[in-house]
């Protein structure tokens, strides 16, 4: 009886709050409807057999229903974006590639995988190594955001040069590229949504169609983040060159005006309390704004 008192107690708070105009970041519970097609990266991908209709219908569900990570993704979504999406222009890659990095880590910049996966982009510790970004007890490249996405935009350029189909090389980022050669081989089709793959690779084409008419229309999905509500992006106040060892990143974060726990916030690639170098590399750390 006391349980069920206070649950009553609870929820009548809650109505009493909203009742009282306090802010609500959903606006209804109901996700959109199947759309008749999606362009995505300049191809129009129709959704009108019962299978992808189906398919798309599941994964707009899970987003009008992932109630905090939506709210928190796009809230992330300005400072992130506006980070990434010039380094992909720069290098020739479609802008729609960019929502990988919200169904690989929700974006957020620190997320690890029970596989060990790292990062926005969610490189393994081996695909690191073949894209050139290093890993050891120091530095962990797979944290720097723009290593990271010129890391990334490699691999699509590569797999776009041997699948030519956007969503080919979307289903190639979760399965691997081998894995879809032998597919096409196998079974004659040229387009990822056309092969019958692993289902976490069917599902996750899918969510990246989802994804893009999420941040277009988070409101079709039931939610209202201002813009001024989201993250922004804060430049740095500085970057510093480094080629020599540092034997305290503390102390390097006082010479500089700033604290050891916003320097390695900033810097999410410093994986120690010192950076020794021993690979003689040149390094730049980017030091925080003030506000």
Not at 83 to 102: A, F, H, N, S, W
Not at 151 to 166: E, G, M, P, V
């Amino acid at each position: 009886m006391r349980r069920l008192i206070l649950v009553l107690a609870v929820l009548s708070c809650c109505l009493s709050l909203s009742a009282q105009g306090y802010p609500s970041r959903r606006l209804h519970l109901k996700s959109p409807a199947v759309p008749a097609y999606v362009v995505f990266a300049g191809d129009t991908i129709r959704l009108n057999t019962l299978e992808r209709r189906e398919r798309m219908d599941r994964e707009l569900l899970t987003f009008t229903n992932m109630h905090s990570t939506s709210i928190l993704m796009l809230k992330r979504s300005l400072r992130y974006f506006t980070l990434v999406t010039p380094l992909l222009r720069e290098q020739g890659i479609p802008e729609d590639l960019k929502y990988l990095m919200v169904i690989e880590s929700n974006l957020d910049p620190k997320a690890v995988s029970v596989a060990g996966a790292a990062g926005l982009w969610q490189f393994t510790k081996e695909t690191a190594k073949t894209y050139k970004l290093l890993v050891n007890s120091e530095v962990d490249e797979r944290f720097d955001i723009t290593k990271e996405t010129l890391a990334a935009c490699t691999y699509l350029k590569r797999s776009y040069a041997k699948f030519h189909d956007w969503m080919t090389v979307a289903a190639s980022y979760n399965a691997g590229q081998q894995r879809l050669v032998d597919r096409i081989a196998e079974q004659g089709e040229t387009c990822g949504l056309d092969l019958w793959l692993p289902e976490e690779t069917m599902r996750y084409m899918y969510r990246l169609l989802t994804a893009k008419l999420f941040f277009e229309n988070p409101q079709s999905f039931g939610f209202d983040v201002p813009m001024e509500e989201r993250y922004p992006y804060v430049p740095p106040k500085k970057t510093v060159l480094v080629n020599d060892p540092i034997e305290d990143l503390a102390a390097f974060a006082k010479e500089h005006g700033t604290t050891y726990a916003r320097l390695k916030n900033e810097n999410l690639w410093l994986r120690d309390t010192k950076l020794l170098n021993k690979e003689n590399r040149s390094y730049i750390i980017l030091i925080p704004a003030d506000k």
